[in-house]
């Protein structure tokens, strides 16, 4: 079973930037990978997704133009790179893995396989 495990969670200054691995114990191009977050008393949404062959990115409104998913496949890693972080990003990120497939999204359904999740502070 694929396991997933998010590290790099931390207090963030707003308008400092902070770095989420999400390292995986089987190759990446067979999954699609998601990163979800999920706010106190909140529901779980997407933030940003990558497809399984790397050619497809896809990211939430409140994330682009600030966050940048990434991924370097011989280290089986998607990154999350959190820049110019607000308040409202506060919570815990979760990373996911999917069946692949040429798009990918923030549905919930789309994907099997969750970490433990990291928690993330933007506070001054």
């Known amino acids: 079973q694929l396991q997933l495990v998010e590290s790099g969670g931390g207090l963030v200054q707003p308008g400092g930037s902070l770095t989420l691995s999400c390292t995986a114990s089987?190759?990446?191009?067979?999954?699609?990978i998601g990163w979800f977050r999920q706010a106190p008393g909140k529901e779980r949404e997407g933030v940003s997704c990558i497809s399984h062959n790397g050619g497809r990115i896809t990211y939430a409104d409140s994330a682009k133009g600030r966050f940048t998913i990434s991924r370097d496949a011989g280290k089986n890693t998607v990154y999350l790179q959190l820049n110019r972080p607000n308040p409202e990003d506060t919570g815990v990120y979760y990373c996911?893995?999917?069946?692949?497939?040429?798009?990918?999204?923030?549905?919930?359904?789309?994907?099997?396989?969750w970490g433990q999740g990291t928690q993330v502070t933007a506070s001054s």
């Open positions: 996911a893995a999917g069946p692949p497939h040429p798009y990918c999204s923030g549905y919930i359904g789309d994907y099997i396989y």
């Open positions: 089987e190759r990446l191009d067979k999954y699609i």
